[in-house]
């Protein structure tokens, strides 16, 4: 048997440290065994999909120095790479599961379901929902389709007894059936969802062992019965630990950078950011800490990975970096790759109609641009001192609008300029007022280049990471701050949703 493994991000956002994390191992599996890598696009989502995101998330990878054996990019036989070039084989699985009776046509409306879960959920029970179109013949079934119903296709799941999973890292898991929904397999406009199309691109793919994070482990009942169903042999499961931020919680961007592009451009090494991604639950046999790519393949071991949660430790990874470049890099190769990371050209590019009424000699652009190449500035709370704001509300300012740009997908000038706006408008303070502790923390000083367009070109993770430092130079929020802010937050966002 060949070993395939397989990495299969979601183009939905920015390239995140935890596919990295999950390619790393399933590369190493892969090369340790003699056997392939394969990257596939399950871009399934069409609406939160994106190209941008997809080319970024193939970037990063190649950034931190992996590469695959087939994929969207490099061709394969067992393309396409990308699922949304796959329906056709989706819809035609579907309906062999449906003429084989174990999935059905479910004509539930968005409302019906929303009034099932509400009634469902109001007596506590745990349990999955069940739908009431299980029940009717295929004759049934027909004849609504025959008067334009729109359905959903969902797969039957028993409803009684246990479903027992071989994990290759944690024995057997049991999950009762009954906890497990019967899955929509094809979306009314005839989209599959990520279950239908992971399994059937999994099996056609060739693929022998999944190794993927644990929040999957939930999913392998549904994914296990389709193997049966479909009469496949299923790929070996294998559930990576979660990585965590420092106080154990689930890495989230919140607490922690998650951007492959923010540690890019803060000036981490690919080498030493993949060196610490594979110490995340895996050690070497020595336990040594450094290690390049093809030491951990070399010694890539299931038993070597601990199921103790992770910890991605942003202060460790940068002592790990700093052992990178003082001692692996010639004076040359460091030169050089100081040159390359400060002067990327589209980057430098992008800065030239901010930094050109600006400038009379060249030399200027360091004193106004230099803060573009900088890391984190630490501010200090003298310099966010505002004449008019109290320290509160410019902690609450910049708080409130970090969580506001969070939940703005596109990070464009436009919409951070609208976002800026629209929260010095809800907190009822003047523009000038607002933003000025912005350029203190964007920028380190009172009065720089534009600030919308400076956010935009800084980058999502760098902007947010720049105004917490400046909210954490303030004092911080506290558990409870939050808890109360985030209600205020959200009602107000919904309350202009409504408008
Ligand atoms: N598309 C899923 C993700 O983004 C893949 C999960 C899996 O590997 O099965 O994580």
Redesign the pocket.
């Known amino acids: 048997m060949t070993v395939r493994t397989r990495?299969?991000?979601?183009p939905t956002g920015d390239p995140h440290v935890g596919t990295a994390y999950?390619a790393l191992f399933n590369y190493c599996f892969a090369r340790k065994h003699g056997g392939q890598f394969i990257l596939r696009i399950?871009d399934t989502d069409q609406v939160r999909s994106s190209a941008e995101s997809e080319a970024a998330i193939l970037n990063a990878l190649r950034w931190v120095g992996l590469t695959w054996d087939e994929g969207p990019d490099v061709g394969g036989a067992s393309g396409p790479y990308r699922q949304s070039e796959r329906t056709a084989l989706y819809q035609a699985h579907a309906q062999e599961l449906l003429d084989a009776g174990h999935a059905f046509r479910c004509f539930l409306t968005e409302e019906e379901l929303a009034a099932l879960r509400a009634e469902h959920q109001a007596t506590g029970r745990r349990t999955a929902l069940d739908s009431p179109y299980a029940a009717l013949t295929r004759a049934e079934s027909d004849a609504l389709v025959a008067e334009g119903r729109p359905f959903v296709i969902r797969m039957r799941v028993p409803r009684e007894g246990t479903c027992t999973i071989q994990d290759g890292l944690r024995g057997t898991i049991e999950i009762p059936w009954d906890q497990v929904d019967l899955q929509v397999l094809l979306k009314s406009d005839g989209f599959p969802t990520?279950h239908l199309a992971?399994v059937v691109d999994d099996h056609h793919m060739g693929i022998t062992h999944?190794m993927?994070?644990e929040e999957?482990i939930s999913s392998a009942p549904k994914h296990q019965l389709l193997y049966q169903y479909f009469g496949w042999e299923m790929p070996a499961l294998i559930h990576l630990p979660l990585l965590r931020n420092p106080d154990k919680s689930k890495l989230s961007k919140r607490k922690n950078p998650t951007s492959i592009l923010y540690y890019e451009r803060m000036g981490f090494l690919p080498e030493a950011l993949l060196n610490y991604l594979g110490r995340m639950a895996w050690s070497m046999p020595d336990e040594s800490e450094k290690f390049d790519l093809a030491t951990m393949v070399e010694h890539f071991d299931l038993d070597r990975i601990s199921l103790g949660g992770p910890v991605f430790d942003v202060d460790k990874l940068s002592w790990l970096n700093g052992k990178w470049i003082r001692e692996d890099l010639s004076d040359e190769a460091l030169a050089a790759r100081i040159g390359e990371w400060a002067f990327q050209p589209d980057r430098v590019r992008a800065l030239i109609p901010l930094l050109r009424p600006r400038l009379d000699r060249l030399s200027d652009a360091v004193g106004i641009g230099g803060f573009f190449f900088q890391g984190l500035l630490d501010v200090t709370a003298e310099q966010l001192a505002h004449k008019v704001l109290t320290p509160d509300q410019v902690r609450q300012a910049l708080t409130w609008t970090s969580w506001a740009l969070d939940a703005e997908r596109a990070w464009e000038r436009p919409a951070i300029e609208a976002v800026l706006r629209g929260m010095s408008a809800r907190l009822e303070l003047k523009l000038r007022d607002f933003l000025a502790p912005f350029f203190i923390a964007i920028a380190g000083r009172p009065s720089a280049t534009p600030l919308f367009e400076t956010m935009a070109i800084l980058g999502r993770d760098l902007t947010r990471a720049r105004l917490r430092q400046a909210v954490d130079a303030l004092g911080g929020v506290s558990g409870k701050e939050e808890k109360r802010w985030r209600k205020e937050f959200d009602a107000g966002a919904e309350a202009a949703a409504e408008e």
């Open positions: 990495v299969a991000p979601s999950v399950e990520y992971n999944v993927r994070g999957w």
